[in-house]
Structure formats: C-alpha cells, structure tokens
C-alpha cells in the first residue's frame, strides 16, 4: 500500500489532529447524519411508490405519451438502497465507540465507501434530482396530448371515462387545453357538438349546469359570460399539481446530495483518525484525513551531501557568548568547487 509504481506515499490530504474527545463527537454528528439520512431514504422510497400509485391515475391519462417508470426506478432503488447503507453504517458507529471493537468500524466502512456502494447511491441522488428536474420540463406537451388522446376514447373505453370524469370534477377543468377542445370530438355520439361531459359542470355556480349545445341561444343565458361549467383546460391544471409534487422531490433530493458529501466527509475523518489512533495512543491526538498523497522520493546525491559537510567543517566560525560555543554554518561553496 505504501507504494503505486514507483511512488510512494509522502502525506495526507486536508489533515486535521483530532483527540479522542473530538472522535467522539464526530462519531455522534455521524451517527446523528445516519440517521437523517435513514429517514430519507425512507422517504424517497415513500415518495417513489406515491409516484406509481397516487399519481398513476392522472399519468395514465397521458401514458401514451409520457413515461414515469424510470424516475419511479430511481426514488424505489436510491431510497431502499441509502435505507440500507446507512443502517449498517450506523452499527459500525456503535463499533467506534466500543473499545474492543473500534476495528471493525474500519473494516466495515472500507466495505460500505471504498467499495464503492454508498459512492454509487450518492451519484443515483443527484442523478434523481437533475431526473425530476427534466420531468417536470417534460410532463406540459406530454400531459396535452395525453388527455387529448383520452378525450378521443371517452365514448369507447370506460375506465378512460371514468378517469377523466374524476379528473374534471377534482381538478375543477374542462378538455385539454380548454372547455371547446370537447367541441372537436366525437364524444357523445357520431357527430360533433357544442356540448361537453357533465363532469365539466361548476358546482359553485348557482344556476342550473347547462352542458349540452352550450351555443344554444336561451333565455338570459349567455355563453360568452353566463358560463356553468370549467373553462380552464386539464393540462394546465395538472401540470400546476405535476409540478408542486415534482418539486418538492427535486428539491428534497439535491439538499440531500449535499448532506450525503458531509457525511462522507466526515466518515472518513473518523475512519482515518480511528485507524491512526489504533497504532498509538488513544487518549492522544491522531490524523484524520481525506486521502493519501503520494509521490516520488527524492534522490540524495552522495556528492552534494559530502561536499556540504566539509564546508560546515572548513568554514565554521565561532563566536564567544556566555562561556558558550556557537557554530556559524556558512553555505558557501569555496572557490574552485
């Protein structure tokens, strides 16, 4: 280990001395960190299965056109595997505290990090993060021609009725991008018409809901003003929930990306510190660090180190001072050498 072709290891990256009162308050802040990122763990895993099954509904709409099962991979995957990273990972802490079993804190930490399985789960957070990020970019065209493409089997596939008919009521919208969209399907019957599903009905307004051939001329009814039903499309609607939903994930998942680099940070300190303070005294101050630095050593020239000690000795000078001799070094070369 001290040596790489050729090199070898001359320092420590970023050293920091820490005693064993320091080590136990590290241990505790990485205990704490563990912890907290446990819960979120569990909570991207929560989320995950929100995404299929809450919202399944509304992306099934669109399920032509849009598809979730790889972001749903990502919050189900990263969630389950941080649950389980950070759960041994808080076992081994209870080992760095314990006298007997302090190395096998080390040995499970090289196997968790250096083996590359939380390093992995750290990169599958940010890469869920900058994935929800695109998804909501994504979802507004998606989410259009999926209720398009809904409203066009409205009259031949019930549970894609049923669906858009909850969708209406609940959202409080009406067609895709707005209440005349139903005008250009054949929902209702062989020919087109101005009239719309009654699920498009506003139970907030007083008057009777008139859904059916809405350019009807009536009696102080006017379309233009007089409206009872939802003028605001679905897609709109829906991609103002898509996005607060998609969001909060986002944003969840980045802070979490940062929290999981000082955790790292500060698991290494610990490890190094630990496995330092193993070889020498505990209760004595040990180097924590990030990594090893290595390098070439350097090459002594014989000539060079012989001719400087015999300049120490031809040219010393003393000078008296308190009963005591001083020797001067003067590293000048004499001339001619």
């Known amino acids: 280990m001290d040596t790489l072709k050729g090199y070898k290891v001359i320092g420590h990256c970023l050293p920091m001395k820490i005693d064993a009162v320091g080590r136990r308050h590290l241990s ?20 995950g299965f929100y995404l299929r099954h809450s919202v399944d509904r509304e992306a099934y709409l669109a399920s032509h056109f849009y598809n979730d099962e790889q972001l749903v991979g990502l919050y189900l995957g990263t969630g389950g595997g941080l649950m389980f990273v950070t759960f041994c990972t808080t076992s081994s802490l209870y080992y760095a505290m314990d006298e007997h079993r302090r190395r096998r804190f080390s040995e499970l930490y090289i196997l968790l990090v250096y083996n590359g399985l939380f390093f992995v789960l750290l990169w599958c957070t940010l890469a869920t993060s900058i994935i929800t990020y695109n998804h909501i970019s994504e979802s507004r065209d998606s989410f259009k021609s999926g209720i398009a493409h809904s409203m066009r089997s409205y009259s031949i596939n019930r549970d894609i009725k049923t669906d858009l008919d909850d969708l209406q009521r609940e959202l409080g919208c009406c067609g895709s991008e707005k209440y005349t ?15 719309v599903p009654w699920s498009c009905c506003d139970p907030l307004v007083l008057r009777p809901c008139i859904h059916l051939d809405l350019e009807l001329p009536r009696y102080k009814y006017d379309p ?22 998609m969001l909060v994930g986002a944003r969840a998942t980045l802070s979490l990306f940062f929290i999981e680099i000082i955790f790292m940070l500060a698991l290494r300190y610990l490890q190094t510190s630990i496995d330092n303070a193993l070889v020498g ?10 990594c090893l630095t290595f390098g070439k050593p350097a090459v002594t020239n014989p000539l060079r180190s012989s001719r400087i000690l015999m300049i120490w000795v031809m040219e010393k000078k003393t000078t008296i001072g308190t009963g005591v001799k001083r020797y001067q070094i003067d590293d000048r070369e004499p001339h001619g050498w």
Request: hydrophobic share 45%.
């Open 281 to 290: 005294d505990w209760n004595e101050p040990s180097d924590g660090f990030l």
């Open 181 to 195: 969209d139903w005008f250009l399907v054949h929902w209702g019957g062989e020919e087109l018409s101005d009239s």
């Open 28 to 47: 505790k802040l990485c205990w704490l960190l563990s912890d907290f990122i446990f819960v979120a763990g569990m909570s991207m895993l929560g989320f």
């Open 224 to 245: 233009t003003v007089d409206l009872t039903i939802y003028s605001e499309g679905c897609a709109t609607k829906l991609q103002a929930v898509w996005n607060a939903t």
